[in-house]
């Protein structure tokens, strides 16, 4: 641009605003048709021809390779929501689209991007505070049915959908077995549930090991299949015949000093092995190697030994067998020993045949906070996405435990806040009550992408759906209606099998509190911080120059 003599291009003002909604608009509505039970899939093929197929919006995202930065936003939106709650992911960016797309019709009808912006903060405060006052059913006890509920509703849109009671009761009972309650507060560290894949037969085949999964085998043949009442040592260090360091010389006189020298080295290699055995290990694990001649010595105790143990699964292993991870068999006084103390417990350790290959099964481990999902599928598409399926109700179950909240799905909070933020714009005299409209009109998008998903008629459900919330919201229990069935109108949402608008809470269709307050909260933060852009330099990209062709 000459007048400014700025090396690139410059967009400012209503031009900017209109490219950063149409970037999000592009993105919302590739995931768009991914929302709800019966939401469709989407096959991602990379640079290299790696296959994907997943519903799970922030996969989808993450896949993309994305250019316009207004974009970027909403992906890393969807990571973020993806870390936080794990659930949610496909909505909060639809969500945010929306609330962009209407932020920039009220801005080309003449009100200020900073009145939009303010009226979307105060909307979404409004909205938070609704949920935690009226939207929000403790539930109660943590009751088995609440969360297996709230499993089948993470699942129902994807793969595993279909068998949602069987998987769901599994990650259930595998989200309890690692639980922890500590100073009356429930934690449950979803990571110390391992998941394994296994090729072949039917997706109902998987199981839950109570204790630990490793997808590795014996080191040797010779080695017994089945240890019980296992001490497990973990190491992390190369097991092979002792060398001698670089640039040691020894001078030899006679020959058969030099067989004395290789006979010493083994000696040393039988020494240190001697000490890991003598500590009463049966299990031995490295993340290293472990060479013929340890091996030797392994199956002679009638030790299982296995190597190349990844770092993640040996930190994992330690967790649930209460061992310690050694390094090193030096002492602080530079001996060598091995502190019977590092060694875990476990009840049973054994090898099995799983589909084409074995896995190593810990069983009755002594911390006992670690079990393993083997699931079983046709092909690795399938197993990718059951993986993901899965990690998401594990995360849905966490969130329920840990915060003790559910509120009900399938459009139903998102209908309620929508009829409450009518009326909350409707009492305000500022110029903020068109965003906060505006804000209200914009989360009805998620009843209707999910009825246009179920090939059901949006217009008459969403209006059906306001029409009980209204309802409930402008006036109270009629003279033949309890004050029960009055206050079950806030749980309406839509039942998208049969296209018919029902009490979701008692339907079974709940998700946590938590997720719906931090997508709603994330997906204003994403818009407004698009929002807040009125100008955008981009500047031109020069190949350097090598220095050397410049005349000095």
Request: glycine share 8%.
């Given at each position: 641009?000459?007048?400014?003599?700025?090396?690139?291009?410059?967009?400012?003002?209503?031009?900017?605003?209109?490219?950063?909604?149409?970037?999000?608009?592009?993105?919302?509505?590739?995931v768009?048709?991914?929302?709800?039970?019966?939401?469709?899939?989407?096959?991602?093929?990379?640079?290299?021809?790696?296959?994907?197929i997943?519903?799970?919006?922030a996969?989808?995202?993450?896949?993309?390779?994305?250019?316009?930065?207004?974009?970027?936003?909403?992906?890393?939106?969807a990571?973020?929501?993806?870390?936080?709650?794990?659930?949610?992911t496909?909505?909060?960016?639809?969500?945010?689209?929306?609330?962009l797309?209407?932020?920039?019709?009220?801005?080309k009808?003449?009100?200020?991007?900073?009145?939009?912006?303010?009226?979307?903060?105060?909307?979404?405060?409004?909205?938070?505070?609704?949920?935690?006052?009226n939207?929000?059913?403790?539930?109660?006890?943590?009751?088995?049915?609440?969360?297996?509920?709230?499993?089948?509703?993470?699942?129902?849109?994807?793969?595993?959908?279909?068998?949602?009671?069987?998987?769901?009761n599994?990650?259930?009972?595998?989200?309890?077995?690692?639980?922890?309650?500590?100073?009356?507060?429930s934690?449950?560290?979803?990571?110390?549930?391992?998941?394994?894949?296994?090729?072949g037969?039917?997706?109902?085949?998987?199981?839950?090991?109570?204790?630990?999964?490793?997808n590795?085998?014996?080191?040797?043949?010779?080695?017994?299949?089945?240890?019980?009442?296992?001490?497990?040592?973990?190491?992390?260090?190369?097991?092979?015949?002792?060398?001698?360091?670089?640039?040691?010389?020894?001078?030899?006189?006679?020959?058969?000093?030099?067989?004395?020298?290789?006979?010493?080295?083994?000696?040393?290699t039988?020494?240190?092995?001697q000490?890991?055995?003598?500590?009463?290990a049966?299990?031995?694990?490295?993340?290293?190697?472990?060479?013929?001649?340890?091996?030797?010595?392994?199956?002679?105790?009638?030790?299982?030994?296995?190597?190349?143990?990844?770092?993640?699964?040996l930190?994992?292993?330690?967790?649930?067998?209460?061992?310690?991870?050694?390094?090193?068999?030096?002492?602080?006084?530079?001996?060598?020993?091995?502190?019977?103390?590092?060694?875990?417990?476990?009840?049973?350790?054994?090898?099995?045949?799983?589909?084409?290959?074995?896995?190593?099964?810990?069983?009755?481990?002594?911390?006992?906070?670690?079990?393993?999902?083997?699931?079983?599928?046709?092909?690795?598409?399938?197993?990718?996405?059951?993986?993901?399926?899965?990690?998401?109700?594990?995360?849905?179950?966490?969130?329920?435990?840990?915060?003790?909240?559910?509120?009900?799905?399938?459009?139903?909070?998102?209908?309620?806040?929508?009829?409450?933020?009518?009326?909350?714009?409707t009492?305000?005299?500022?110029?903020?009550q068109?965003?906060?409209?505006q804000?209200?009109?914009?989360?009805?998008?998620?009843?209707?992408?999910?009825?246009?998903?179920?090939?059901?008629?949006?217009?008459?459900?969403?209006?059906?759906?306001?029409?009980?919330?209204?309802?409930?919201?402008?006036?109270?229990?009629?003279?033949?209606?309890?004050?029960?069935?009055?206050?079950?109108?806030?749980?309406?949402?839509?039942d998208?099998?049969?296209?018919?608008?029902?009490?979701?809470?008692?339907?079974g269709?709940?998700?946590?509190?938590?997720?719906?307050?931090?997508?709603?909260?994330?997906?204003?933060?994403?818009?407004?911080?698009?929002?807040?852009?009125?100008?955008?330099?981009?500047?031109?990209?020069?190949?350097?120059?090598?220095?050397?062709?410049?005349?000095?």
């Amino acid at each position: 641009m000459s007048g400014m003599l700025l090396d690139g291009e410059r967009t400012s003002g209503q031009d900017v605003r209109t490219q950063n909604v149409t970037a999000a608009m592009a993105i919302a509505n590739i995931v768009k048709s991914s929302l709800g039970p019966v939401g469709l899939d989407k096959m991602l093929v990379d640079e290299i021809g790696d296959v994907t197929i997943t519903n799970d919006g922030a996969t989808i995202l993450a896949q993309l390779d994305i250019q316009h930065p207004a974009a970027k936003v909403l992906v890393e939106l969807a990571q973020l929501q993806d870390q936080e709650v794990g659930d949610g992911t496909t909505s909060v960016v639809i969500v945010a689209a929306e609330l962009l797309k209407r932020a920039n019709e009220l801005v080309k009808n003449n009100i200020h991007p900073t009145v939009v912006m303010s009226g979307y903060r105060l909307a979404c405060k409004e909205a938070v505070k609704y949920i935690k006052s009226n939207l929000v059913v403790t539930a109660e006890g943590l009751s088995r049915e609440n969360l297996v509920n709230a499993a089948k509703t993470s699942m129902s849109s994807k793969i595993i959908g279909a068998e949602s009671d069987f998987f769901s009761n599994l990650a259930v009972t595998a989200a309890l077995k690692v639980k922890i309650d500590k100073d009356g507060k429930s934690k449950c560290p979803v990571s110390n549930v391992h998941i394994l894949k296994s090729h072949g037969q039917s997706s109902l085949d998987s199981c839950l090991v109570d204790g630990f999964a490793l997808n590795c085998t014996r080191a040797a043949q010779g080695m017994p299949t089945t240890v019980r009442n296992a001490k497990v040592a973990l190491l992390d260090f190369n097991l092979q015949k002792h060398k001698m360091q670089m640039g040691v010389q020894i001078v030899v006189t006679e020959t058969k000093q030099v067989e004395e020298i290789r006979q010493r080295e083994m000696d040393i290699t039988k020494e240190k092995i001697q000490r890991i055995l003598d500590s009463g290990a049966r299990v031995i694990l490295t993340s290293k190697g472990i060479d013929d001649l340890c091996l030797k010595y392994f199956v002679e105790a009638g030790a299982i030994a296995v190597r190349r143990v990844k770092p993640e699964d040996l930190k994992r292993i330690a967790k649930a067998t209460g061992g310690r991870i050694v390094t090193t068999l030096a002492d602080m006084e530079g001996n060598e020993c091995f502190d019977a103390e590092c060694l875990g417990d476990a009840e049973e350790v054994s090898e099995e045949r799983v589909g084409d290959g074995e896995l190593i099964y810990f069983r009755g481990c002594r911390g006992g906070r670690a079990c393993t999902v083997v699931l079983r599928g046709a092909n690795e598409f399938m197993l990718d996405e059951m993986d993901r399926a899965l990690h998401d109700s594990l995360c849905v179950i966490k969130r329920i435990i840990e915060s003790n909240s559910l509120v009900a799905g399938g459009g139903a909070v998102e209908t309620a806040l929508a009829t409450h933020l009518e009326g909350v714009a409707t009492s305000m005299s500022s110029r903020e009550q068109l965003a906060v409209a505006q804000y209200a009109e914009a989360l009805l998008v998620i009843p209707r992408v999910l009825s246009v998903n179920a090939a059901k008629d949006a217009t008459e459900l969403v209006s059906q759906l306001k029409a009980h919330h209204y309802a409930h919201q402008n006036s109270s229990a009629s003279g033949n209606e309890s004050a029960e069935e009055y206050d079950k109108k806030k749980f309406m949402g839509l039942d998208l099998v049969n296209g018919i608008v029902r009490n979701n809470l008692e339907a079974g269709v709940v998700e946590p509190a938590i997720s719906k307050i931090k997508s709603l909260r994330f997906a204003t933060e994403a818009a407004v911080s698009v929002l807040r852009i009125d100008d955008m330099i981009k500047l031109n990209v020069h190949e350097q120059q090598d220095p050397r062709g410049h005349r000095g």
